[in-house]
């Protein structure tokens, strides 16, 4: 196990899972859902997004490179592929993350999907687990991931105190600054798929 490895695989993983991105929208479902006739604490919702983001991200660091062996696929056609979607997504959290406008208005309903998945553990998330795959060991992936995921979780956990520290307007500000790392990772994955087909 790398301790440098670990810390830059969460560091990468969290940066694409932006959580600072998604929290007022989720503040905007919860203070709506709680109004009407649901009951939820905060806490109790990102206790429950957790849960699900811990199980799929631990899910696709286990599954990466199995899967990349079951598909036939060389290690930097996905980087280049993955590296393209970062990018992309790097670029639609800067415009203000458009996919955000489908969020269910049902706590229950959403806390699965779409907030778990795909808005914290989307596409871009799932890529980047199974492109680390490739460089990295099963260990250092799977803790990597753990943390960024309790990183997140603290995220969300202050949602509110964030949401009036910073405003809405602040926090979301947070999460285009994690856009740029996200497009960074994206360009570093297109230009490392790129220099291995060179190399074969």
Not at 54 to 60: G, K, P, Y
Not at 85 to 103: C, H, M, R
Request: charged share 10%.
């Amino acid at each position: 196990m790398s301790l440098e490895s670990v810390l830059i695989i969460a560091v990468k993983v969290f940066a694409v899972m932006d959580p600072f991105s998604i929290i007022p929208y989720i503040l905007s479902i919860f203070e709506e859902a709680t109004q009407g006739d649901e009951k939820m604490r905060w806490t109790a919702l990102v206790n429950k997004v957790e849960v699900a983001v811990i199980i799929l991200v631990l899910i696709f660091s286990l599954m990466g490179r199995p899967l990349l062996n079951f598909l036939g696929l060389q290690p930097y056609s996905l980087e280049i592929g993955g590296g393209i979607l970062l990018l992309y997504l790097g670029i639609d959290t800067l415009g203000g993350f458009q996919q955000l406008k489908f969020v269910s208005k049902r706590l229950e309903e959403a806390v699965v999907t779409p907030i778990a998945t795909p808005l914290i553990v989307g596409p871009g998330t799932m890529t980047a687990l199974i492109s680390l795959s490739v460089q990295n060991s099963v260990i250092d992936l799977v803790l990597g991931s753990l943390v960024a995921a309790f990183l997140t979780y603290l995220v969300l956990l202050s949602g509110p105190l964030l949401i009036k520290v910073l405003g809405r307007t602040g926090t979301v500000a947070a999460g285009r600054f994690t856009a740029i790392i996200i497009a960074a990772f994206g360009v570093q994955l297109i230009i490392s798929g790129i220099s291995q087909v060179k190399l074969a």
